[in-house]
């Protein structure tokens, strides 16, 4: 079994920045792909990044592109979701996923092994 715990959500105005962070058990973590996800009021949820185990491959949606960045710190078990010049559009709540084998599945997203609870964002205009 493996536990993700996300922190780092909160309230920002247009133009800033947020860090999340994604803690995860179990000692086999290192060899997991992790992935951010965001689901916003009455819709799905969606895709952000991924980054495999090595953090060799990493992907985004292309809404973030140049905006986010993930990084994962394997010796910590801790995934990162920087977030730079945030949009109201990115408001969402936020979801660590993990999957044991492959990669992330972007579609569907339930097809993901592990999550989180969520972390709220809230980006004012």
């Known amino acids: 079994q493996v536990l993700l715990v996300e922190s780092g959500g909160g309230l920002v105005q247009a133009g800033g920045s947020l860090r999340l962070s994604c803690a995860a058990s179990?000692?086999?973590?290192?060899?997991?792909?992790m992935g951010w996800f965001r689901q916003a009021p009455g819709k799905e949820r969606e895709f952000v990044a991924a980054?495999?185990?090595?953090?060799?491959?990493?992907y985004y949606v292309d809404s973030v592109l140049g905006r986010f960045t993930i990084s994962r710190d394997n010796a910590k078990n801790t995934v990162y979701l920087q977030m730079n010049s945030l949009k109201p559009e990115d408001t969402a709540v936020y979801y660590c996923?993990?999957?044991?084998?492959?990669?992330?599945?972007?579609?569907?997203?339930?097809?993901?092994?592990?999550w989180g609870q969520g972390t709220q964002v809230t980006v004012s205009s």
């Open positions: 179990g000692r086999t973590f290192t060899s997991y792909t």
């Open positions: 996923a993990a999957k044991i084998k492959g990669d992330i599945t972007i579609n569907p997203w339930y097809e993901n092994d592990y």
């Open positions: 980054i495999a185990w090595s953090g060799g491959k990493i």
